[in-house]
């Protein structure tokens, strides 16, 4: 009976090894995003919408045309999570990041209460990931902001 119970807690420990070694994880590198990711996160896509409040037609934005920049995240195919991607989104306008937490189901929200300098700028937005959901950058979108 001892020899039985050895064998069996041999072969339970050699099945557990092998579980580790098929369940990959990926860590952060020193510097990087703190976030874990996993072999089971789910991949997402990041879009980054720009409007003006009070709505108005980017061709009449000047300098002192309030900005609201907004990030959606979506979850992409195969969805096998109902959490929605949670954490943070980086902004990103003319080098300059910023840091801002999602909020609701899918999204980040930066405004400028007091717009961008005459010239052309770069935007883009960068979902930072988390635990369940890997990160995702938006396209670069540019803004041009030009004399009334």
């Known amino acids: 009976m001892r020899i039985r119970s050895h064998v069996s807690r041999v072969a339970r420990l050699a099945a557990i090894a092998v579980l580790a070694v098929a369940t990959p994880v990926a860590f952060a590198s020193p510097g990087a995003s703190a976030a874990v990711v996993t072999s089971g996160s ?85 979902y930072n990931g988390n635990g369940a959901f890997l990160p995702s950058t938006s396209p670069t979108r540019t803004v041009n902001i030009a004399i009334p």
């Open 42 to 126: 789910q991949p997402t896509k990041t879009d980054l919408l720009i409007y003006s409040r009070p709505k108005s037609p980017a061709s009449t934005w000047t300098s002192t045309t309030r900005l609201v920049l907004v990030a959606n995240v979506t979850k992409l195919r195969p969805v096998s999570t109902k959490k929605p991607a949670a954490g943070t989104v980086t902004f990103t306008v003319d080098g300059v990041q910023t840091i801002v937490p999602m909020v609701g189901l899918h999204h980040a929200t930066l405004v400028l209460p007091n717009g961008l300098a005459l010239g052309t700028h770069s935007a883009r937005a960068h």
